[in-house]
């Protein structure tokens, strides 16, 4: 399940509605990611998340999809929140469930790794020094390059 939206969500009450009725699940990962202040404290920051409608959701069920491919997983959901937010508030949210936990811890670090780096989605960090787009980390393209690592070590 796939929802890009403005609005907050509900991480306990999503994992239920991702788990009803499913007996077969034995655990579920999940990640909260929030909004970091970016001046230390002082709380006067934003981060301002743009994307293209439609464009957004078919890649990130592309991604969620390869998570499928890879992980016997019973069901899996990632909401990205777009819009203005402020430090502390959820920006995303990645739920995998499987039958056991190993399958459910892999897929959800894999999803949040490839969110990172391939989720198009443009950030604007404004601080009281002014506003300026985020660029991708060499430490968030390291992060998702281990999975294709894993990828050839396992052929």
Same mark, same amino acid.
């Given at each position: 399940?796939?929802?890009?939206?403005?609005?907050?969500?509900?991480?306990?009450?999503?994992?239920?509605?991702?788990?009803?009725?499913?007996?077969? *699940?034995?655990?579920?990962?999940?990640?909260?990611?929030?909004?970091?202040?970016?001046?230390?404290?002082?709380?006067?920051?934003?981060?301002?998340?743009?994307?293209?409608?439609?464009?957004?959701?078919?890649?990130?069920?592309? *991604?969620?999809?390869?998570?499928?491919?890879? =992980?016997?997983?019973?069901?899996?959901?990632? *909401?990205?929140?777009?819009?203005?937010?402020?430090?502390?508030?959820?920006?995303?949210?990645?739920?995998?469930?499987?039958?056991?936990?190993?399958?459910?811890?892999?897929?959800?670090?894999?999803?949040?790794? =490839?969110?990172?780096?391939?989720?198009?989605? =443009?950030?604007?960090e404004e601080t009281p020094d002014g506003s300026t787009w985020v660029e991708a980390r060499a430490s968030d393209n390291a992060a998702a390059a281990k999975w294709a690592e894993k990828d050839a070590a396992e052929r």
């Open positions: 399940m796939i929802r890009v939206q403005a609005e907050d969500f509900d991480a306990g009450a999503e994992m239920r509605v991702l788990t009803a009725g499913n007996t077969g *699940i034995g655990g579920v990962a999940s990640f909260v990611g929030l909004v970091r202040d970016m001046t230390g404290g002082t709380g006067d920051s934003a981060m301002t998340l743009e994307h293209y409608p439609g464009m957004t959701e078919k890649l990130l069920r592309e *991604i969620d999809d390869e998570a499928h491919r890879r =992980w016997p997983l019973e069901a899996s959901m990632v *909401i990205h929140r777009y819009g203005r937010l402020e430090p502390g508030e959820q920006i995303v949210l990645v739920l995998t469930a499987s039958a056991h936990r190993q399958a459910a811890l892999n897929a959800c670090a894999f999803l949040i790794d =490839w969110l990172k780096i391939q989720a198009p989605f =443009w950030k604007l």
